[in-house]
Nanobody, 122 residues
Framework: QVQLVESGGGLVQAGDSLRLSCTAS????????VGWFRQAPGKERQFVAA???????IYTSSVKGRFSVSRDNAKNTVYLQMSTLLPDDTAVYYC????????????????WGQGTQVTVSS
C-alpha cells in the first residue's frame, strides 16, 4: 500500500517562501512521476508542477520562475519549493504519484496525499 504524506504548509505573507514535502511509504518514489496540484475554495483542482522519474520538470504558467520541484531519493521525498508567494497561491496543495510518464492530468495519478494548506496573506 502506497501512502503519500505532504507537509510544510502554513500561513505566510506575500513575497515569502515555503517548501512543501511529499514523503512516500510502501514504494520508492525514485521511479515515479510525482505531481503537485492545488485546490482553492470554490475552485477546481489545478495542476501546479510535476517531476518525472528522470527529473524532467514541468510547471503551470502562473508558477514558472517562482516554484521549483525536486526530489531526494534517499529520503523518498519530493519537494515543491515555492518563492515569491502571492495571495492567489492560497490553496490546499496535494502531491500525487504515478509509476508512468509525467502528466499534468490529475486522473493519470494513482496515489494522492491528504493535502497541506498554504495561506498567503496580502
Amino acid at each position: 500500500q502506497v501512502q503519500l504524506v505532504e507537509s510544510g504548509g502554513g500561513l505566510v505573507q506575500a513575497g515569502d517562501s515555503l517548501r512543501l514535502s511529499c514523503t512516500a511509504s510502501g514504494r520508492t518514489l525514485s521511479s515515479a512521476a510525482v505531481g503537485w496540484f492545488r485546490q482553492a475554495p470554490g475552485k477546481e483542482r489545478q495542476f501546479v508542477a510535476a517531476i518525472s522519474s528522470i527529473n524532467r520538470d514541468i510547471y503551470t504558467s502562473s508558477v514558472k520562475g517562482r516554484f521549483s520541484v525536486s526530489r531526494d531519493n534517499a529520503k523518498n521525498t519530493v519537494y515543491l519549493q515555492m518563492s515569491t508567494l502571492l495571495p492567489d497561491d492560497t490553496a490546499v496543495y496535494y502531491c500525487a504519484a504515478r509509476w508512468g510518464s509525467i502528466s499534468t492530468l490529475g486522473n493519470d495519478y494513482h496515489y494522492w496525499g491528504q493535502g497541506t494548506q498554504v495561506t498567503v496573506s496580502s
